[in-house]
C-alpha cells in the first residue's frame, strides 16, 4: 500500500498522531530479517537487497555476494560440524579464555601474524565510545629478514623460525604485541599453526636449512594454478599451497618471497600475492587458504587457464582490468567480486573472518585498501574528479534552480535490523558490513520515499553522496529541488517541514524518544571535534528564537522557544541543543536525520562543494609540475568502507 502526498501539507498537521494516521501501516521503517538466501550461493539477505525484476519471486540470486551465481570461491568451506575443536572453542565457546581471545583479537593476530603492516593509523578516533579502526594514506604489508640483527628480539615471521614452539616462544610473541595477552592462548595457537598453517610449516623448515647452510638463497615460492582442486582446497598441505625453493641470483618471480638471511630491505608483499591475507591474518585463515590472484575463473563460462601467467611489474596493479589475456568477454574474478563474497553469512559455512571483531574492522578495510590500490582508483577520484562533479552538480542549479532542503542522514547503530543480525557477544562495531548494508537499503527507501511518493513535496532534482564518519558510520548528505508550489518560502511553509524543538513526551511519545537519542548536538568543550578558534563550529548552543526567520545567505533561524529540557547521562539538554529535523523523516527512519532549508549563493556553493568533496583527505603540497603527483593524497578510510565491496552507488544525480 503505497500512498503519495506530503506527510504535512501545513503546521497543524506537521505532528506524531496525524503523521502515523496517515501512514500507520510503514512508520517505522522495518525492512524485516536478514533471512532471505540468495539461491546459488546461499548467502543470507534482507528481500529488500534484491533487484527490483526479483522481489516477488519465491526465491533469487543475488548480485553483491557471489554475481548471481558467476563467482564461487574455495575458500575456507568448513562445515559447522567438522570445525576443528580449537576453532570451535576459540570463535564459538563462552569459556573467559575463549571471550578474552576474540574482545583482543587485533593483539592476538599482531603477535601470531607472519607480515608487519605498514599504515598510519588514525588516532583521533580512539578513546572512549565505540571502537573503530581507521587509517590514511597507503597500506602495504611488509616481510623482513629470516632472522633479526644480532641483539634485536625476533618480530613477526622471523618467530617462526628462531622459536622452540615452547612456551619460550609464545612469551616472545606476548611481549611484541601486548603483554596483557596469555601465553596459554598464544602457545595453543603456535601450535596449531605448526601443525595446519602451511606457512608456518614453510617458516619453521627454512629455519632449519637456513641455519644449516648459511650460503643458500631461498624463496617462499606460492603455486597458483588456474585450476584449483575444490577437494583439496580446504586444508591444504604446505606442497599444494608454498614450499621454500632454492634459487639462483636473479631468478626470483614477481610473487616470489626471497628469504633474506640477516638484514637488508624489507620487502612489501603485493596484493596480488594470493598469500596476501593468509600471511597477515593467521588468525582468520589458520589453514594458509589462498586468495584471490589473476587467473581464478568465474563459472559458468567458456574459459580459458592461464597457469604460467606471466606478469610484468608494470601491469600488477591492473591485471584485473587487463582484457588482452582473454578472448571475448571477462571471465576472470575481481578482487571486488573475491572480497566481496566472503563478507557474508552462510547457514552451513564457518566464517571466521566474520567473528573477528576488532579484528574484521582492520580485514575490512584491508580488502577495500588492496582493491583500491589495484584499481589506481585515486586517478578516477582525485581532486580533478571532484571539480568536474562540483561543475555537473551546479549544473542542476542552472537547469532546475537553487535547492530547497538539505539533508543529513547517518546510520544508527542500535537499528533493529542491525541488532538482530548479532550473534551472542557481538557489538554493532563488530559488523560495520552489516550497519552499510541496512544503511544502503534505508537510502534506497528514503530517496523513494523524497522522489516517488513525494513525502516532503513533489521533487524536480536531486543529487546525494555517501561519506563516512571519523568514527566509521556511513552518512549521506541528500539536497533536492522541489517543484515551485512545495518551496518553502515562509515562516509557516518553513516549520512544516522544519522542527528544531524537543517533542511534549505526552503528545508525541514515540517522536521524543526518537528525537531526544539522535537530534543533541553537544555537549560542547575544547577537547570537541566541533571546536573552533571561538567555540562550536556550527554556533551550538543555538539562541532562543520565538519564532522561525528568514535570514538572506544563511539557513533560516528555526523556531526554538525556552522552556523544554531532557536530561542524559548527567546532561541537560534544551531546544537550543535541538539538530533540526523533520518530523516524518525521524518516525519513519529512526536515525539521525539533519533537514535544512538553504537560502542565498553562499549557502548554495557551500552545498555542493559540501557534497562533491569525496573523501577525508590530508594533503601535502609538492613541487612536482605533474598533475598525478602534485599532492599526496591521504584519504582516510574506516570499516564502514566495506560498503564499497559491495560496489554500492556511493553518488547520484
Excluded at 550461493?41 to 528481500?47: T, V
Excluded at 603483554?179 to 605448526?194: A, D
Excluded at 551546479?394 to 532546475?400: E, F, I, K, P, S
Excluded at 571546536?531 to 526567520?549: D, L, M, N, Q, S
Aim: positive net charge; proline residues 4%.
Amino acid at each position: 500500500m503505497v500512498n503519495e502526498g506530503a506527510a504535512a501539507i501545513n503546521v497543524g498537521g506537521n505532528n506524531e498522531r496525524n503523521i502515523k494516521d496517515k501512514y500507520f501501516w510503514e512508520i517505522p521503517l522495518d525492512i524485516g530479517e536478514c533471512s532471505d538466501r540468495c539461491k546459488s550461493c546461499g548467502a543470507f539477505h534482507w528481500k529488500r537487497e534484491r533487484i527490483v525484476a526479483d522481489f516477488h519471486k519465491e526465491s533469487a540470486s543475488y548480485s553483491i555476494c557471489c554475481q548471481a551465481g558467476t563467482v564461487s570461491l574455495p575458500l575456507d568451506k568448513l562445515k559447522f560440524g567438522d570445525l576443528h575443536p580449537f576453532l570451535n572453542d576459540m570463535f564459538f565457546s563462552k569459556n573467559r579464555d575463549a571471550k578474552s581471545f576474540r574482545e583482543h583479537s587485533r593483539m592476538y593476530n599482531n603477535a601470531l601474524t607472519f607480515t608487519s603492516a605498514g599504515v598510519c593509523v588514525d588516532a583521533t578516533v580512539q578513546g572512549r565510545g565505540t571502537y573503530c579502526y581507521r587509517v590514511s594514506g597507503e597500506l602495504h604489508h611488509i616481510i623482513g629478514s629470516v632472522f633479526p640483527l644480532d641483539g634485536e628480539v625476533a618480530k613477526f615471521a622471523q618467530i617462526f623460525l628462531v622459536g622452540d614452539n615452547t612456551e619460550n616462544e609464545a612469551e616472545i610473541r606476548r611481549n611484541n604485541a601486548w603483554n596483557q595477552l596469555s601465553n596459554q592462548i598464544l602457545l595453543s595457537w603456535q601450535r596449531f599453526l605448526t601443525s595446519f598453517n602451511p606457512y608456518a610449516k614453510a617458516y619453521r623448515s627454512a629455519g632449519s636449512i637456513l641455519k644449516a647452510n648459511v650460503r643458500k638463497t631461498l624463496a617462499l615460492k606460492t603455486f597458483e594454478g588456474g585450476r584449483l582442486n575444490h577437494n583439496t582446497y580446504n586444508a591444504p598441505s604446505i606442497s599444494e599451497v608454498a614450499a621454500i625453493v632454492q634459487m639462483g641470483e636473479g631468478n626470483f618471480a614477481t610473487r616470489d618471497i626471497q628469504l633474506q638471511r640477516v638484514g637488508g630491505t624489507k620487502l612489501r608483499i603485493h596484493e596480488i600475492h594470493s598469500g596476501y591475507l593468509a600471511l597477515r591474518y593467521p588468525i582468520l585463515f589458520p589453514y594458509g587458504e589462498q586468495h584471490w590472484h589473476p587467473n581464478y575463473h568465474m563459472e559458468k563460462s567458456n574459459r580459458m587457464y592461464y597457469s604460467d601467467w606471466k606478469l610484468l611489474d608494470l601491469f600488477q596493479y591492473i591485471i584485473i582490468y587487463n582484457t588482452n589475456f582473454h578472448v571475448g568477454r571477462r571471465t576472470a574474478i575481481s578482487q571486488l567480486e573475491w572480497y566481496a563474497y566472503l563478507l557474508f553469512n552462510r547457514n552451513d559455512v564457518v566464517s571466521l573472518p566474520l567473528r573477528g571483531k576488532r579484528l574484521f574492522q582492520e580485514f575490512i578495510v584491508d580488502l577495500y585498501l588492496c582493491i583500491e590500490q589495484s584499481r589506481l582508483r585515486f586517478i578516477r577520484s582525485g581532486p580533478r574528479a571532484m571539480v568536474q562533479l562540483f561543475q555537473d552538480a551546479m549544473a542542476l542549479v542552472t537547469t532546475y534552480r537553487k535547492p530547497s532542503l538539505f539533508i543529513t542522514m547517518t546510520a544508527n547503530s542500535k537499528w533493529n535490523e542491525v541488532q538482530q543480525c548479532l550473534k551472542p557477544g557481538e557489538i554493532a562495531s563488530d559488523r560495520p558490513d552489516i550497519i552499510a548494508r541496512v544503511f544502503n537499503i534505508k537510502l534506497k527507501m528514503i530517496i523513494r520515499d523524497l522522489t516517488k511518493n513525494k513525502r516532503l513535496g513533489s521533487v524536480k532534482s536531486y543529487v546525494y553522496t555517501v561519506e563516512f564518519q571519523k568514527r566509521g558510520l556511513p552518512h549521506a548528505h541528500i539536497i533536492i529541488i522541489l517543484n515551485e508550489p512545495f518551496i518553502p518560502k515562509t515562516i509557516d511553509g518553513i516549520d512544516t517541514l522544519v522542527c528544531a524543538e524537543i517533542p511534549d513526551p505526552d503528545l508525541e511519545p514515540d517522536l521524543h524518544r526518537i528525537v531526544t537519542a539522535t537530534m543533541f548536538h553537544g555537549p560542547c568543550s575544547p577537547s570537541s571535534r566541533c571546536w573552533g578558534r571561538f567555540g562550536c563550529k556550527y554556533g551550538y548552543p543555538k539562541a532562543y528564537v520565538e519564532e522561525t526567520t528568514i535570514r538572506n545567505d544563511a539557513y533560516p533561524a528555526y523556531r526554538r522557544r525556552a522552556g523544554t529540557s531532557f536530561a542524559r547521562n548527567g546532561k541537560i539538554f534544551t531546544n537550543r541543543d535541538v539538530v533540526p529535523y523533520n518530523k516524518y523523516l525521524s518516525l519513519q527512519y529512526e536515525c539521525h536525520i539533519n533537514t535544512e532549508i538553504p537560502y542565498g549563493i553562499k549557502a548554495l556553493k557551500y552545498l555542493y562543494k559540501y557534497i562533491c568533496k569525496g573523501e577525508d583527505r590530508a594533503a601535502m603540497n609538492m613541487e612536482i609540475n605533474d598533475e598525478t603527483k602534485a599532492f599526496v593524497d591521504g584519504r582516510y578510510i574506516g570499516p564502514s568502507e566495506g560498503m564499497n565491496i559491495h560496489s554500492i552507488k556511493l553518488k547520484d544525480f
